[in-house]
């Protein structure tokens, strides 16, 4: 099954500063801010919710195909992604824009101040999925991620347009969007993917019961946070699943991607929703594990033993099958 997956592309530029930021701030000067902060470390991290999801299901072995838009300044980052199992030949490259980052300080309290570039990701619109689906002999799923909305939008309608089955998984940018936009992305969708708040944003912006939500698509998978994941078809039992337990929490970024790189394998692989949402909760549970999006390790003896632990051993048997 050939599973591409679009998204924004992005380097996060994250510093400390060694002291508070409202010790700097003088009250009657607030119009006329200018400031500059020494900070103590930088830490660049690779992310963007495309290849966030890739690098695990190319972690997986899936082979996915990355679909989105970055700068010149790709290379590096290029070359971890193909190393580590994406195909990489559908990102765009723009001339004249690098690539998106997000560059922010936090101060000892905890207070962030942030800038979120997007660069090369407002070029995404320009990518057709017809010639992704040429180059690789044809697609079974598109992945809509968040991106640029105007390729969101685009990439929906080429899927329909095309009979080509998608996913429609908007999350950062659901709070920018008004009810027109979330049915349009929305309706037709072989899967829509939220967590529960979004649920009610979706609901509540666009006019839908969640009855009617499900007439729009053919599966609602949801994240429940600790609790796991649902998931609900017109006509069909509810399917929960629990997450497996954690060794610690370190750092909450990039698990819900990470959840749907599993899921997004699973599905790759032919097997029951079940278990594809097995296998989405226990990659997640391993990002929760380390600090970013992209710096865990997927040890195939380590992973199937901790599967075999929530899930049972014969979940396990059927998934070990799989992983290479």
Known sequence: MRIAVSGSIATDHLMTFPGRFADQLVADQLHTVSLSFLV??????????????????????????????????FAEYRAWLDRHGVDTESVRISEVLHTARFICTTDTDHNQIGSFYTGAMSEARLIELHSVAE?????????IGADDPEAMMRHTEECRARGIP????????LARMGGEEIRALTDGAAYLFSNEYEV?????KTGWSSEQVLEKVGTQVTTLGARGVRI??????TIEVGTPEEEAKVDPTGVGDAFRAGFLSGLAWGVSLERAAQIGCMLATLV????????????????????????????????QSFLR
């Open 40 to 73: 103590d470390g930088l830490d660049v991290r690779r992310g963007g919710v495309g290849p966030n999801i890739c690098f695990g299901m190319g972690q997986l072995g899936a082979r996915p195909i990355l679909v989105g838009a970055a700068g010149s300044d």
């Open 135 to 143: 180059r690789v002999g044809g697609l079974d799923l598109v992945h």
């Open 166 to 173: 998608f996913a429609a998984d908007y999350s950062q940018q």
């Open 200 to 204: 009610a944003l979706i609901e509540n």
């Open 232 to 237: 609900v078809r017109a006509g069909q039992p």
């Open 288 to 319: 929760i594990e380390t600090v970013g999006t992209q710096e865990y390790e997927l040890r195939r003896g380590h992973f199937i033993e901790r599967f075999t632990k929530a899930y049972g051993s014969d979940a396990a048997a059927e998934v």
